[in-house]
């Protein structure tokens, strides 16, 4: 059965046909070694071998069709986080254990290995990978029943090689809230999730440069947020925070007076902007603020918000995508669009789903360039040269899309539903399975 905090987070994203989910992610097992992974690589799935975990040759759980692949590894342990693409490697996390692959082969090109150890019977690893500037920054922790502890940052070289460790010293989840001014941001919560002033919990500000703590502030459960260039802004259950990021003191908290739960937050043109999921009644949905005051400068009524997104304007996703200038003037409106979370936008194009299909919006008036059949939750996540790569994880199927045109260049079938998001840069697209098979296909 599904947690609270964990329906929350789903809600949040807009997920909230998916919330009876389990998500198994973060269920890693015993901490690998580098002798626990062969260095052997399986051009297109390779010839099956014993069938065994950790045997090289043995073909991957990953059908592909209209692609071969150009390596494929069977790591033999459960992944804790997504892949992450970052300077010619791939790299993602087994048990404790972070692998970084050469992109271009798949061959291990170091490990290393988190001093977190899950200790007991029920505590499991889990791990989140980002990359930013060019070094890798890998949260590591281990989770218990409700609960969790142990959460331990370390930012890594393309090489491998620690630059530093932060430990926040708190028990709870651990959340890589984004960067900004020189920092990461932590939000930390645990299962019992209260309300804007339940408090119990803190979000933390982490120096880049040396992995000193820069500044810690008391907030509620986290359950997501945004980072820009001089603000950080936290969700918590039924409000916002926005903290200024050199010295971590609150601006204002923003609590919307009507219902609804806060969906999305974005950052940008001196303004923090806060979106709310409701389907039915009246007022305000998406919400203006003068990032120094909280001060409400305009709002949206009347449409449901999956999310936001800031570049040069505001993009609002829900019923419609919706771009609003600078005082709330509606520039266009796409109504096929949906779901638009985590994609990529770029200066032609900006890529969503709608109606069981992939779908590219010009950026400057909203119309349709494109769209092509998917599946009803195909979303899309990267954009690497002239491919977009999308994933549906209820229906287990990644798509590759010439961003030109939209044309299908392949589609990949996994064995599990939810697995890793897919990752993209080198020409390739990197799709891993729950049960550590990774395969990298040209784009």
Do not use: K
């Not at 899950?118 to 505590?123: I, L, S």
């Not at 119990?200 to 945004?226: K, M, P, S, Y």
């Amino acid at each position: 059965m599904v947690s609270r905090r964990t329906a929350l987070r789903l809600a949040g994203a807009g997920l909230v046909g998916l919330a009876g989910c389990t998500d198994r992610r973060g269920a890693g097992t015993p901490t690998a070694t580098e002798s626990d992974a062969p260095d052997e690589t399986t051009p297109g799935g390779g010839t099956p071998g014993d069938g065994t975990p950790d045997d090289p040759n043995r073909n991957t759980d990953v059908e592909l069709e209209g692609a071969t692949p150009a390596w494929a590894r069977v790591l033999g342990e459960d992944l804790s986080t997504d892949p992450a693409y970052a300077d010619g490697h791939v790299a993602v996390v087994v048990g404790t254990t972070a692998y970084g692959l050469d992109a271009a082969t798949g061959e291990t090109a170091w490990t290393f290995e988190s001093p977190v150890s899950p200790g007991g019977d029920y505590g499991r690893p889990t791990a989140t990978l980002a990359a930013h500037d060019g070094v890798l920054y890998a949260l590591v922790g281990v989770s218990v029943g409700t609960g969790a502890h142990d959460h331990v940052l370390h930012a890594l070289t393309p090489s491998g090689e620690e630059r530093w460790t932060y430990e926040s010293g708190i028990g709870g989840f651990h959340e890589l809230v984004g960067f900004g001014d020189g920092a990461a941001v932590l939000g930390t919560s645990d299962d019992a999730v209260g309300g804007p002033d339940s408090g119990g919990h803190a979000t933390i500000a982490v120096d880049l440069a040396a992995g000193r703590e820069r500044w810690r502030t008391e907030t509620a459960d986290v359950l997501g947020g945004t980072v820009g260039d001089d603000v950080a802004v936290v969700r918590v259950n039924g409000a916002v925070d926005c903290l200024a990021l050199a010295t971590g003191e609150r601006r204002f908290r923003f609590a919307p007076a009507v219902d609804g739960r806060i969906s999305a937050s974005a950052v940008g043109g001196g303004r923090v902007f806060a979106g709310l999921l409701r389907y039915e009644g009246d007022g305000p949905t998406a919400y203006a603020l003068s990032a120094e005051d909280g001060t409400e400068d305009w709002t949206v009524d009347g449409t449901v918000v999956t999310s936001l997104r800031y570049l040069d304007d505001l993009y609002v996703g829900g019923e419609h995508v919706v771009r609003y200038g600078p005082d709330g003037t509606e520039r266009w409106r796409y109504d096929g669009g949906g779901l638009v979370a985590d994609v990529p936008f770029y200066d032609d194009a900006l890529y969503t789903n709608s109606g069981s299909r992939v779908v590219a919006v010009d950026r400057q008036d909203g119309r349709e360039l494109w769209g092509t059949a998917a599946t009803d939750l195909a979303i899309p996540r990267a954009r690497d040269g002239d491919a977009v790569v999308s994933s549906d994880g209820q229906a287990r199927t990644v798509f590759a899309h010439s961003a030109g045109d939209g044309i299908e260049r392949w589609r990949a079938t996994l064995p599990d539903e939810y697995p890793p998001t897919p990752a993209a840069g080198g020409d390739g697209a990197y799709l891993a399975t729950v049960g550590g098979d990774l395969v990298m296909v040209p784009l």
